[in-house]
């Protein structure tokens, strides 16, 4: 009866806590796989090369990665493995999760062979699609620890593409990959399509009633909209090109009118000009006929006590200037008058008194350089300076051709659109098939330097997708100072104060407006590379403006780099070599610049330029008063330092400091400018305030970013290459502009200085009387 009672027993069921427990054991066996999953999906997707790593060696200050440490190792050793295809793990370790949640792991566990084809199609999935990662994506990897396929994909694509080509292993590998998917989720890629196909004929025809009942009614309202839309715009346009027709016709006209009674007062001015010459050569005449007439020795001596002409008025300027007399009449900028050296072929029968030549006529009888014929006489001659040689550089499409070959050796997939052969860097705008960012900038810009053998390779972004490419130029090209005074840009600028500074990146000619600018600082560690700087401005500014437009103020430095120049027409004092004569020199251009001030409030102008047009328009009233006054138009003045350290850095720098604050700020409309160099570029010769009121500074090479700081507010000229290669940056510009300064020898620079003193000699002001009687 135990016997029977024992066999009838039932099993025990589980009990409703039992099943709870199993169903929350599932739910943390998910939510863990889910975690771990999220985890190594962001630790890839946060990958950073800068992060330490399985596959390098080093120390990171900062981890960037979203899964720190741990997260960086784990998504290096996937990504150097795998590649790309190592985000196929996070994939399968949630599908993991879902199985044990579901209670499929039991069947699993019971028979174990069950996961042999879904395994192997795991395997065949990821193999395939780490060597098509490599075959065909190779250049997208270039921030993985290896390669878009990893080592996996190396092995496989390169293997296969050895083998069957690349077109062979594309079709066995993309064979290679369905397969993988169909064995690895069962999926049945013809039942798809079947799937696909009876859908889509199954909603055809309630798509095609759709279209045809809703949709083409409205689009024939809309394109009817159109018609009218794009029918009044034409009427619209062709009403507006009407009214504007007429308005150029009518602005025609009148700029017609005034130019034809501005040519009327052209050719007035002209004639008077031309009878007051006339005029001046009879008086000459009238002088000879009495000298020749005054036979008897008494008549001359009686015509001599008659004379009412100091002797020093016969004397050359040269001669006067070596011990100029103290009068009441202490001369002005305006009493300088221009002498041209005596003719050494002068007759025997000459001799007593050599004609006067039209450069004798004063500043006061002079006219703008556009109504005289001083300006050809005076300017020199192109010619004196060496031509440049015709350059052998290469084709565009050939440095296309380079640069891609280039960007292909490390494995870059890149377009060359536009090349700029400058004379010393060469620009590329290159389209990058891929993702571009910082961090990846950096690392191509290494890449590239490395393969080029260069130090270094700067690269910027500038659209989407892409990059402005800048390299040294393997020949680098001599930029000459005749080659930039024949350019157009020079040649065409009407300003008489255009400065050459050299050639841009794209090989054009860079120049500039003083006159806009209206100061110059320049700074850089090579007392070479500024004495050649300063050479190729003094010189531009000699070749487009004659002593009538333009005069100098020069305060050479202790080694004399601009000795040369003492002696040209365009000097108001001889070369200043110390500071007290220095501190003079600006004392009297404040002074100078106060008296243009009053003289311009008086006319009713705002500026030089306003100045000098009143004189000769014969419409305004300073016009009259020019003509009885006989007031001559004002130069501008240009006040260079050579080495400002060595009148910062002196007991009188505060007072020097001062003077030049003071003319940076207000001396623009008076039409005195500075140029200041030095190649000791530190705070205490660059000081704030000088930075402050020059805000147009050029930076030569220097050699520490702190220097380049200083001088610019930013890095970047402690990288230039040297000789000439400059960084100009200006108010109103946050980025600076790379310029390849010209080259001027001695020789030239010697030969032009001759050739203005052979046609002119200066007329120096005494600063110290004139300062006196001021």
Request: hydrophobic letters at 40%; glycine letters at 6%; aromatic letters at 8%.
């Amino acid at each position: 009866m135990s016997q029977a009672r024992r066999t009838r027993k039932a099993p025990i069921s589980n009990s409703p806590q039992q099943g709870r427990i199993k169903h929350g054991l599932r739910e943390i066996m998910l939510i863990s796989f889910c975690f771990i999953a999220l985890y190594l999906f962001f630790s890839l997707s946060t990958y950073s090369p800068l992060d330490p790593g399985w596959s390098h060696t080093g120390e990171a200050i900062e981890v960037h990665n979203k899964g720190g440490v741990v997260g960086a190792w784990l998504a290096d050793l996937l990504f150097y493995l795998f590649g790309y295809f190592a985000f196929l793990f996070p994939i399968i370790i949630g599908q993991m999760g879902l199985i044990i949640y579901r209670g499929r792991h039991l069947d699993i566990l019971a028979d174990p062979k069950t996961m042999i084809v879904p395994g192997i199609g795991f395997i065949l999935t990821l193999t395939a699609g780490c060597g098509l990662a490599i075959v065909h994506f190779s250049a997208e990897g270039m921030l993985l620890p290896s390669h878009a396929g990893g080592i996996l994909g190396i092995a496989i694509g390169k293997t296969l593409q050895a083998v069957f080509s690349q077109l062979g292993a594309t079709l066995l590998l993309i064979a290679l990959f369905f397969t993988g998917i169909t064995l690895l989720t069962g999926l049945s890629w013809l039942r798809l399509m079947d799937t696909l196909g009876f859908h889509t004929l199954q909603y055809m025809p309630i798509v095609e009633q759709y279209l045809v009942s809703h949709v083409f009614p409205q689009i024939a309202i809309y394109l009817k909209h159109l018609f009218l839309l794009i029918k009044k715009s034409i009427l619209f346009i062709i009403a507006s090109l009407l009214f504007l027709w007429a308005a150029i016709k009518s602005l025609m006209a009148l700029l017609w009118d005034k130019w034809q009674k501005w040519q009327a007062r052209r050719a007035e001015r002209e004639y008077y000009e031309e009878y007051e010459y006339y005029e001046e050569e009879e008086d000459t005449k009238t002088e000879d006929k009495e000298e020749n007439d005054a036979i008897n020795p008494e008549i001359a001596i009686d015509a001599i006590d008659k004379e009412k002409t100091p002797v020093i008025d016969k004397l050359t300027p040269k001669e006067t200037s070596v011990t100029p007399p103290i009068t009441n009449n202490i001369p002005t900028l305006t009493d300088i008058v221009y002498t041209a050296p005596p003719d050494v072929s002068i007759s025997p029968h000459q001799h007593s008194e050599p004609t006067r030549s039209r450069l004798e006529v004063p500043l006061e009888k002079e006219t703008l350089r556009t109504t005289t014929s001083y300006t050809p006489v005076v300017l020199p001659d192109l010619a004196l300076l060496n031509p440049a040689p015709a350059m052998d550089k290469s084709s565009e499409d050939s440095l296309k051709e380079w640069m891609v070959e280039t960007f292909q050796h490390i494995g870059v997939d890149a377009d060359v659109r536009i090349v700029y052969p400058g004379p010393v860097l060469l620009g590329f705008e290159v389209k990058m098939f891929s993702e571009v960012n910082a961090s990846r900038l950096e690392e191509l810009s290494q890449l590239l330097a490395q393969s080029l053998n260069i130090e270094k390779v700067r690269m910027v972004e500038t659209q989407t997708g892409v990059i402005g490419v800048e390299i040294p130029n393997p020949e680098r090209e001599t930029v000459y100072l005749s080659e930039l005074l024949n350019a157009t840009t020079y040649q065409d600028n009407t300003s008489p104060l255009s400065l050459v500074l050299g050639k841009d990146v794209r090989g054009h000619a860079f120049i500039i407006d003083l006159t806009r600018v209206p100061h110059l600082l320049m700074a850089g560690s090579s007392p070479t590379e500024k004495q050649t700087i300063l050479h190729t401005l003094l010189l531009s500014l000699l070749y487009k403006a004659t002593p009538k437009e333009l005069q100098f103020i020069v305060v050479d430095s202790s080694t004399k780099q601009l000795n040369s120049y003492d002696g040209i027409p365009h000097l108001l004092t001889p070369l200043i070599h110390n500071k007290e004569a220095a501190l003079q020199a600006l004392q009297w251009c404040e002074q100078e610049m106060e008296r243009r001030y009053r003289l311009m409030a008086d006319t009713g102008v705002r500026n030089i330029e306003g100045y000098n047009e009143s004189l000769l328009n014969p419409d305004s009233q300073a016009f009259l008063e020019n003509l009885a006054a006989s007031q001559a138009t004002l130069p501008y003045i240009i006040f260079v330092v050579a080495e400002l350290s060595e009148l910062i850095l002196t007991d009188m720098g505060t007072k020097i400091e001062e003077h030049l604050t003071r003319l940076a700020q207000k001396a623009r409309a008076a039409g005195i400018h500075l140029i200041l160099a030095t190649q000791y570029p530190s705070v205490s010769v660059i000081t704030g305030m000088v930075k402050s009121n020059l805000p147009t500074r050029i930076a030569l090479q220097v050699t520490n970013k702190s220097e380049s700081r200083n001088i610019l507010g930013q890095m970047g000229a402690e990288a230039l290459l040297g000789q000439g290669d400059m960084l100009y940056n200006t108010a109103g510009t946050g980025t600076p502009v790379r310029v390849h300064g010209g080259v001027v020898t001695a020789e030239e620079v010697h030969a032009v200085l001759t050739d203005l003193r052979s046609k002119a000699t200066p007329r120096y002001i005494d600063l110290e009387i004139t300062i006196n009687e001021k």
